[in-house]
């Protein structure tokens, strides 16, 4: 059964520096990765994508690896700004199960 | 714009007094899921609709059915809310090739639903 562990729970920086969220699977035999932004009280966004035959997707300040071998993959924030403010979740796809999330991480930056 | 649609946005009821939660979709997708989210929580698949094949998760409890009229709606029925079922409610959509589950494609999220139980 695909499990999928994030790395911090919380994080709190101050504006303008470049941060690292985590996040872990236990199953390689994925099909995708998703990372999500989630504001309080909201639905989710859908940040990057990340097939499993690719490395890394970007989109603006956002960059996230994929290391399908380790189970692990990365989100870089460049630059934070206090409106990045938000739990980050990720989800992969596997097997005959729809995506399966971690329980996010909720980061603060601080202005 | 294609989009995702939950309503309401926001429900309070009674312990143990039914509630219908409704999503609907304009892009056609074949596959329309239903989440679950308690506070601090990873969001949970209760079910998903394959076309018209229901497919139910293992550990969703008979309190909670879904409907799915046509294409474009999916509703989760809660039969008798209890407070532990206080949660956001995603629905979410995709496309998925005939022939079987490929899990390769994304899924689009709605806003969600907050429910409430009093």
């Known amino acids: 059964k695909q499990e999928v562990t994030q790395i911090p729970a919380a994080l709190s920086v101050p504006e303008g520096e470049n941060l690292v969220l985590n996040c872990s699977f236990t199953?390689?035999?994925?099909?995708?990765l998703q990372w999500f932004r989630q504001d309080p009280g909201k639905g989710l966004t859908s940040l990057l994508l990340?097939?499993?035959?690719?490395r890394e997707q970007t989109s603006g300040r956002l960059n996230a690896s994929l290391d399908k071998s380790s189970g692990r993959s990365t989100l870089y924030i460049a630059a934070s700004q206090p409106g990045d403010s938000a739990t980050y979740l990720c989800?992969?796809?596997?097997?005959?199960?729809?995506?399966?999330f971690g329980k996010g991480t909720r980061l603060s930056v601080i202005a | 714009d294609a989009m995702v649609i939950q309503n309401p946005r926001y429900q309070v009821t009674q312990f143990g007094k039914p509630v219908t939660l409704s999503c609907s979709q304009t892009l056609n997708h074949n596959v329309m899921y239903w989440y679950q989210q308690k506070s601090s929580q990873a969001p949970k698949l209760l079910f998903h609709?394959?076309?018209?094949?229901?497919?139910n998760e293992a550990d969703t409890p008979d309190n909670f059915q879904s409907r799915r009229p046509n294409t474009s709606f999916c509703f989760l029925d809660i039969r008798s809310p209890g407070l532990g079922d206080a949660a956001m409610y995603l629905c979410a959509t995709s496309r998925e090739l005939r022939g079987g589950w490929s899990g390769a494609n994304v899924l689009t999220f709605g806003a969600g639903s907050r429910l409430t139980v009093l």
């Open positions: 989800a992969v796809s596997s097997g005959n199960t729809p995506l399966v």
């Open positions: 199953d390689s035999a994925i099909y995708n």
């Open positions: 609709y394959y076309d018209k094949d229901f497919n």
């Open positions: 990340i097939q499993s035959s690719q």
